[in-house]
């Protein structure tokens, strides 16, 4: 029998079907967002779906970026969730079709040996033959089938939204650690050029020391400020690999088969323009799955109410019965019967009852749950909006600091090199010049890392319309999850 008819049928008893019809609870939306400063998205704004990292314009993270769908076993995971949830699905609606077995079997039944048998021709033995088919169905009036089969195809749609937050995950996950490698790299390169410059001034040192005008002291000091950043420098690599091994994790290899040449951390920080708030709804993977998820227990409570209804089926079957195979398939040994049952329960102790009321209450966690979503996402937004507001404030008052430190370190030199302040005044300055660099780096780190929280706080560009639709969750051929 086709799945199409299957649907026909589907179509003339869904007003058979009991329970409430689903409908999208609200969700706490406000109108705007608190950060001000911030345009909406306008259509040329919009980000790439398929590889929204191409923002900031780096070969080398483009490359690693799509390794994610390639090899990323986190997602390989999910993504067989999927398939999984697909198949439990069909599995559902086999339950609206009709259910055909087919039996036979032969018993040979008697009394005393072989040898009684060879005497006596009939020897008391009995041959019995049955061959039959059998036909059931579930008629399903009430629609406990076609519920369930609605509420599985919600989760297989959740499963799919999961596919795609689970990507946009470890999407995140690896923009972060490469940009903080990228750190990595410019602080061991400002470390080593503080050495370089510390190295000079400890060469001024040395010749104030031979000159007569410095003190021996001034010297150890300045070897030993040389030495610790140089040490820093060297402590700066465990991280940096530690973040590259992340990455080859996240790309699905073994460590030892990726290598990332150190480079320059961009200066440039692109922000993504944030829609409307109420967009943030179709956006948001975690928050389609769990409308999705809504869907699915909404359903679940006509599962439960149709058990206080009879479960009626159809039955039929048609065989043969003989006392031999030669005659087994006679008109005269055909046996058949058809006729309808079912299966009313009058009393099961609030079995069905309890099996309602625990449907309507996973329905209401789920309901919690969503809003709480739609509340966590919101929040991520802002966070990132306004972190991102705050650090840029902060990043151009410390260049500043910055510069100002530059020159503080330049004057106190000189006045070194003309005797007139202690070399204690000079490492004051370096170690001050260099502590603002350091901050000014870490600031830029953080407004990039934001930068990527905000892109994945907005949906990436994803879009809940790409969420496959009924007939591709119930496609007889594998579909690929959507991106």
């Known amino acids: 029998m086709s799945r199409t008819f299957a649907l026909a049928l589907l179509a003339l008893l869904a007003g058979c079907m009991v329970g409430p019809d689903y409908k999208r609870p609200s969700a706490p939306v406000p109108a705007d967002y608190k950060e001000d400063g ?11 779906r398929d590889e929204w990292w191409s923002i900031y314009n780096d070969p080398v993270l ?40 087919l039996s036979g079997g032969g018993t040979r039944s008697g009394q005393g040996n072989a040898a009684t048998y060879s005497r006596f021709s009939n020897g008391g033995n009995v041959s019995n033959i049955d061959l039959s088919a059998v036909v ?43 940009f903080e490698l990228r750190a990595a790299d410019a602080l061991q390169r400002m470390l080593y050029s503080a050495v370089d410059a510390f190295t000079k001034s400890l060469d001024i040192t040395k010749n104030q020391f031979a000159a007569g005008t410095a003190a021996q002291t001034d010297v150890v000091t300045a070897e030993t400020q040389v030495e610790q950043t140089r040490a820093q420098a060297i402590a700066v690599g465990v991280q940096r690999a530690q973040f590259e091994h992340a990455i080859a994790a996240l790309i699905g290899r073994p460590p030892a088969e990726l290598a990332v040449p150190p480079a320059p951390l ?68 055909s046996l058949w019967s058809i006729g309808p049952s079912f299966v009313e329960p009058v009393f099961n102790a609030g079995l069905t009852a309890a099996q309602v009321a625990a449907a309507k209450a996973i329905y209401a966690q789920t309901i919690a749950n969503y809003r709480q979503t739609v509340l966590t996402g919101f929040q991520q937004v802002e966070d990132e909006l306004a972190a991102l507001r705050i650090l840029a404030q902060q990043q151009v008052v410390e260049d500043n600091t910055v510069r100002l430190a530059r020159e503080e370190e330049r004057l106190t030199l000189n006045q070194y090199q003309q ?34 929280a905000l892109i994945q706080a907005l949906g990436g ?4 319309r790409e969420l496959p639709d009924n007939s591709q969750v119930t496609a007889d051929d594998p579909v690929t999850a959507p991106r």
């Open 62 to 101: 483009d490359g690693l970026e799509r390794q994610i769908d390639i090899s990323n076993q986190t997602l390989k995971s999910v993504e067989a969730a999927y398939e999984e949830a697909r198949a439990v699905v069909a599995e559902a609606q086999s339950g609206l079709f009709p259910f055909l077995s």
């Open 136 to 178: 059931s169905w579930n008629l399903d009036i009430w629609g406990q089938i076609r519920r369930t089969i609605e509420s599985d195809i919600a989760s297989a749609q959740a499963s799919a939204a999961d596919i795609a937050n689970a990507r946009l995950v470890a999407q995140g996950q690896l923009a972060t650690l490469y």
């Open 419 to 452: 005797g007139t302040v202690a070399y204690t005044a000079v490492i004051v300055a370096e170690t001050t010049r260099l502590v603002n660099e350091e901050t000014a780096l870490g600031i830029l780190q953080s407004r990039l890392v934001a930068s990527v």
């Open 38 to 48: 911030w345009k909406a998205a306008e259509p040329k704004d919009a980000l790439r």
């Open 461 to 464: 560009g994803w879009d809940a």
């Open 266 to 333: 961009t200066a440039s920080v692109p922000v993504a323009p944030a829609e409307v708030p109420s967009a943030l709804l179709e956006r948001r993977p975690d928050i389609a799955a769990a409308e999705r998820l809504m869907a699915s227990s909404n359903a679940q409570i006509g599962v439960a109410i149709a058990g206080y209804y009879p479960d009626i089926t159809l039955s039929a079957s048609y065989g043969y019965a003989s006392t031999g195979l030669a005659k087994l398939l006679r008109a005269s040994n």
